[in-house]
């Protein structure tokens, strides 16, 4: 069950986990991720987290932000990135992809759930979950909540009040000078008319991010819910805990056309007791690992743990003992 585990937030400029560093959840100081692509700031904010660092806060002052408190935000993945070379908006992307198939795990009304998703988050999601590597990408320039066109001046922007106590907040829209480029590529204001117009292939192809300007994104929504381990959409829960098969939660911003990836975000389960007390993974213990790729004991210890028959053993086990104590009547 979800309290036997505890989450890990990593993120690296490739998808090895070996190189990955721990994310410092609701922290207001961004994690640099250098890579040939691009330098990207990120920051990872989850709602009532109770996940590694153990001393990480448990919320954000973020999520007191009028729009997220209406909302009821639960996460957000918020990146600040400037390219090293173009990319055609048609070719980056931004979602989710598995080492591994899921097409066997996945649980019924997932078909009811993904066209949820599509409604609600992210009309631009496509992607294939029965392949060998599934995936679900959407284009990146449709898909973030949030879109800010910066300059191509470094350090052009001034931090705020606000991201001074919860790290980098972006508004849709950007500087003076990423409005004019907005208005000279035809690109709209709003979210809503900008999202539906990168929804668009021919849109899409004919705009570049710009290599050397500053972007600053936003990714969140009030549906995936990291402490029950569940997707809760409207009129729709799906239980992820009841048919998760080991492997963990991956995000990623990737050159599709390439295949090269600009960052990579996971979001991984940890049995609690293989963590140490300071918060430690403990030695020779890996994270995101299918359980049919692990050795039988190993697997057979994560189904117990996550379908809580551990637990259901130990007041079994209270139960018999209750049953085999002695009446008074029985003793001489």
């Known amino acids: 069950m979800a309290h036997n585990y505890i989450l890990q937030v990593t993120a690296g400029h490739e998808y090895d986990a070996k190189t990955h560093r721990v994310v410092p959840v609701n922290s207001s100081n961004p994690m640099t991720i250098e890579s040939d692509l691009a330098t990207t700031d990120l920051n990872v904010r989850i709602q009532d987290y109770r996940g590694l660092p153990l001393n990480s806060p448990k919320t954000s002052p973020y999520f007191s932000l009028p729009l ?36 066997d795990r996945l649980p019924p009304g997932f078909g009811t759930a993904f066209r949820i998703v599509k409604w609600v988050v992210d009309p631009g999601l496509d992607g294939d979950v029965y392949a060998d590597e599934p995936y679900l990408y959407g284009p990146a320039a449709s898909s973030v909540n949030t ?25 849709e829209g950007g500087s003076e000078e990423g409005l004019e480029i907005r208005r000279e590529t035809g690109v709209p204001e709003t979210e809503a008319a900008r999202k539906k117009y990168f929804l668009n292939e021919t849109n899409r ?16 929504n009030p549906y995936l819910d990291f402490n029950d381990f569940a997707l809760r959409l409207p009129g729709f829960t799906l239980p992820i805990m009841k048919y998760w098969d080991g492997q963990g939660l991956r995000y990623v911003l990737k050159n599709r ?25 403990k030695p020779g213990v890996v994270g995101g690992i299918p359980f049919d790729k692990m050795d039988k004991e190993l697997a057979e210890k994560h189904q117990r743990k996550k379908n809580g028959e551990d637990e259901e053993d130990e007041d079994e086990d209270e139960e018999d003992e209750e049953k085999v104590s002695p009446r008074d009547d029985d003793i001489d």
């Not at 009821?72 to 048609?90: C, E, G, P, V």
């Open 205 to 220: 192809k004919a705009w570049d991010w710009e290599a050397g300007r500053t972007y600053g994104c936003d990714f969140f």
């Open 257 to 281: 056309a390439t295949n090269k990836v600009l960052f990579v975000v996971c979001f991984t389960l940890y049995l609690k007791e293989d963590i140490d007390a300071d918060g430690n993974v």
């Open 147 to 171: 879109l800010h066109i910066g300059s191509k001046t470094e350090g052009a922007e001034d931090k705020t009040e606000e991201e001074d106590e919860a790290g980098m907040i972006f508004e």
């Open 68 to 103: 997220h408190a209406k909302n009821k935000d639960a996460y957000s993945i918020t990146f600040r990135f400037r390219l090293k070379q173009d990319i055609n908006a048609n070719d980056l992307v931004f979602g989710n992809d598995f080492d591994h198939p899921i097409r």
